[in-house]
């Protein structure tokens, strides 16, 4: 008689009764995006009640705070160097947007993203060494 077992996780750790994997990532995980959508909502719900300014609202809402929070999202699940890439990198875009000062992505961004990602690559492979 074979028994079939409906919680296997090919990751190898443990399941919750779902079968989805369970432990700190995923604890973390769900932290961070729950704390995201409230901490989303409030702001929305200041900013229609004029106590948040249009543009703290815009900056908050950009592409550049989606690249910074991406980043952190990375760090929460233990991607460390990607994370910390992407996190300065959304950060300083949003530093340099709340200052006017404008940068031509094609000439100065994009570059810099294609040093950090061979940077990022270079550094697993040492680490896996």
Request: proline share 5%; hydrophobic share 55%; aromatic share 12%.
């Amino acid at each position: 008689m074979e028994i079939i077992n409906n919680n296997y996780n090919p990751a190898g750790g443990p399941t919750s009764s779902n079968g989805r994997p369970s432990g700190p990532d995923n604890q973390a995980r769900n932290l961070f995006f729950g704390t995201l959508l409230v901490a989303a909502g409030f702001l929305w719900l200041l900013r229609d009640f004029h106590v948040v300014p249009y543009w703290l609202f815009n900056t908050i809402f950009s592409w550049q705070m989606l690249l910074a929070v991406t980043g952190a999202y990375l760090l929460t699940i233990r991607r460390w160097i990607v994370g910390w890439i992407m996190l300065a990198a959304g950060l300083c875009l949003v530093i340099l947007d709340l200052t006017g000062i404008h940068v031509s992505f094609a000439k100065i961004i994009f570059p810099l993203v294609l040093i950090s990602a061979g940077a990022a690559i270079i550094l697993s492979i040492n680490k896996q060494q």
